[in-house]
């Protein structure tokens, strides 16, 4: 019961703060704003979303094929969108769907738990690592331009590195062979959930056999984290620049990491503070707000439907392997 209400009160909360932003800004503009774009240009934004999926999906796809179980990249893709269904309209910083991903491929393809536990894991910690660091420069550099006025202190760019400390040590210590989570669990004594360490003593052992025997694969995986960042960039101008708003490098790194901030507040997609972190961005940096509401509805219509699409996969996959004998 205490749950739920929890629940719903994200929910509201969520819907507050998207109707205080809706109201202080013009509809008929945004209408105007959304019905000035072609569809050429609708074209090119999806395309390129998809060259970004494909290289989110390469990734846990390399790492896979490093660990031994060389999966089909389609079926992937359609488990990968399943996961970022569960993450989208979970509340919180876009997790929740990893337990998801383990399940297909586990279920589907027979791949060991631990395995699939060790695939997942890595391609978390490379995530956290690009995003984290894209974010850390992504202030310094509005701090140091001062895009966005006195409105970030300084301390944001220090604990957003700080933040990028525990992915990166965590990598390098499965690096160089070792189980730092098994070790953990281990000192905190917790032999009541003997099952879990062990799976988490698998999963770490294959990460630590991926890196030694076949590191290839990782940086392979890490090298396509970059690409994916450099088309997500790309799809962002595209996006800005077909709604009338022409951006500096700067203000487009400034303008996407307040939307990269803003999903990692604890509402179901960042609902409400995507669209506050947009307008208040673009009016800073002396754009119509507008655009900034129209930016937001574009980026909402992409994921909303990804999300969906990737539940409906999901939802269909898992009815498959429960039904069978």
């Known amino acids: ?21 809706v109201r202080s800004v013009p509809l008929d503009a945004v209408v105007q704003t959304l019905t000035a774009l072609h569809g050429w240009q609708l074209g090119v934004l999806a395309l390129l979303n998809v060259l970004v999926l494909l290289t989110l999906n390469g990734r846990w796809w390399l790492l896979l094929r490093g660990l031994g179980h060389g999966l089909p990249f389609g079926s992937l893709l359609g488990h990968r969108l ?24 586990e279920r589907q393809h027979a791949v060991p738990r631990a395995t699939a536990i060790a695939a997942v894991s890595l391609d978390k910690t490379v995530e956290l690592l690009l995003n984290l660091g894209f974010l850390a420069l992504g202030v310094m550099l509005v701090l140091q331009r001062g895009l966005l006025g006195a409105a970030l202190a300084g301390g944001t760019a220090v604990w957003l590195l700080l933040l990028l400390l525990p992915p990166s040590l965590y990598l390098w210590l499965i690096w160089r062979g070792r189980r730092p989570v098994t070790r953990l669990l281990h000192w905190l004594k917790i032999t009541r959930l003997g099952q879990v360490v062990t799976a988490v003593s698998r999963s770490e052992a ?47 790194i400034a303008l996407l990491t307040a939307a990269r901030v803003a999903f990692l507040l604890p509402l179901p997609g960042g609902l409400g503070t995507l669209e506050a972190s947009q307008v208040w961005a673009l009016s800073v940096m002396g754009f119509n707000p507008a655009a900034g509401i129209s930016l937001s509805l574009l980026i909402r219509l992409r994921d909303v439907t990804l999300g969906l699409l990737g539940l409906w996969w999901g939802g269909q996959r898992l009815k498959l392997v429960w039904q069978r004998p």
């Open 82 to 105: 399943a996961a970022f269904g569960v993450s989208y309209f979970t509340p919180g910083p876009q997790f929740g769907g990893e337990p998801v991903q383990v399940l297909l491929v």
């Open 206 to 252: 294959q990460m630590n056999s991926l890196c030694q025997q076949n590191p290839g694969f990782l940086l392979a995986a890490i090298g396509v984290s970059g690409l994916s960042w450099l088309l997500m960039i790309a799809e962002f101008y595209l996006m800005a620049s077909f709604l009338g708003v022409p951006l500096t490098l700067g203000q487009l």
């Open 1 to 21: 019961m205490k749950k739920r209400f929890w629940q719903i009160g994200i929910w509201i909360v969520a819907m507050a703060a998207l109707w205080l932003v």
